[in-house]
């Protein structure tokens, strides 16, 4: 078993186009954190997390790392677990899962690397799992025309299904999933409130996703919501209910709250919630409760890959999705992770991840650097 030698941690803030989500908040600052962890035998895995500011960029999670990548020079590279409990301290971590997402992101590519197969084979994974439907993951726009354009343009590309993020005024975003159903009577059709709504208004859009057919409704309410995604549930049967999955992330938890289940899916980020040793316990705590889990893979193509290897390995994600434009999330990786002409994408070709990095671009684009070798 290799030893790790070297712990690489990069604060990635490239020129890149920015979006907003609402009409509630200001365009998003994407701070990619990038993780390298090297063996004894100079083999190397990569992780990564995208954290989300307004203003500036993000140095909390570089700084986070700053004591901990020290810590992990000597560890056996592929004693996962006993990482895992050096990170957590037996549950008693002041450090966030997505900071420790990025190293067990990067020992997992690491492991599967050294073995020589792709990650979602290291992880358990079917041989012929290799691809997944992909829906495009659509930013706010400026008017209903502006989507019915865009719309128009993603499923020339492509693209079967699509996924609106509005306004977050219900009235509005309720004309938006009308008018987007009418204009494309055949779409899988998904709509993310971001959490922006009142239980009314949560109500109000429920019952016209479901009138509208729609795939599912993501976000009508704040994660922690859990009785009011219930009784939306109860009110409006005729649309599945998904959390934003950006703060419920621990496996007991999401089992805990399954026991009345909240969601009519799990979702969560790879990259949020732990990496891929994380991931494995809520994906069976999913399977246990007969749901499926739709996992998030809006981010970087390190990011994309880890979910997509994840849900391929487990068979339990419905549809991948794609960031559209997809250009601001692939910064310094040679071959992106792109949906077809036939609406599928498929998992990156050769070891582990699968991503390959370019060092030149990674350089121009590093606003903080934290290294420790042995």
Not at 275 to 303: K, N, R
Not at 352 to 373: C, H, K, N, Y
Request: a negative charge; glycine letters at 8%.
């Amino acid at each position: 078993m290799g030893e790790i030698v070297r712990v690489e941690a990069r604060a990635l803030a490239p020129d890149v186009a920015r979006f907003r989500y609402t009409a509630r908040s200001d365009e998003v600052v994407t701070t990619t954190t990038l993780v390298r962890v090297t063996d004894t035998d100079g083999t190397t895995g990569v992780g990564a997390y995208d954290s989300d500011s307004f203003g500036d960029h993000d140095r909390a999670p570089i700084e986070t790392l700053r004591p901990i990548v020290p810590r992990l020079i000597g560890l056996d590279a592929e004693d996962r677990d006993h990482v895992a409990a050096l990170l957590t301290e037996d549950g008693t971590s002041p450090f966030p899962p997505a900071v420790r997402s990025t190293i067990d992101v990067a020992l997992w590519d690491l492991a599967a690397r050294r073995r020589g197969e792709p990650l979602r084979s290291t992880l358990g994974g079917p041989p012929d799992a290799t691809r997944l439907p992909s829906y495009a993951s659509v930013p706010l726009l400026d008017d209903e025309s502006a989507y019915l354009d865009s719309i128009e343009q993603l499923t020339a590309a492509g693209f079967a299904a699509v996924k609106l993020h509005a306004w977050g005024v219900p009235e509005r975003d309720a004309a938006l999933v009308r008018s987007v159903r009418a204009a494309f009577p055949d779409l899988a059709l998904m709509h993310d409130a971001e959490g922006r709504y009142h239980s009314d208004g949560a109500e109000l859009v429920a019952r016209v996703c479901a009138d509208a057919g729609a795939r599912w409704f993501e976000a009508p309410l704040p994660d922690f919501d859990l009785d009011g995604f219930r009784r939306l549930r109860r009110t409006v049967p005729g649309v599945p209910l998904l959390a934003a999955g950006d703060a419920i992330w621990d496996h007991r938890l999401v089992a805990d709250a399954l026991r009345d289940p909240p969601w009519d899916a799990v979702r969560f980020d790879v990259s949020f919630a732990g990496g891929p040793t994380a991931a494995t316990a809520l994906m069976a705590v999913a399977a246990d409760a007969g749901l499926d889990v739709e996992l998030i893979s809006y981010g970087h193509t390190v990011i994309q890959a880890a979910n997509l290897h994840t849900a391929l390995a487990f068979g339990r994600t419905t549809y991948f999705e794609q960031a559209v434009p997809p250009e601001p999330f692939e910064h310094g990786v040679r071959r992106p992770i792109r949906t077809g002409q036939d609406g599928l994408v498929h998992a990156p070709e050769g070891p582990g991840l699968g991503v390959e990095l370019d060092d030149r671009a990674i350089d121009d684009a590093t606003i903080a650097l934290v290294a420790a070798s042995a």
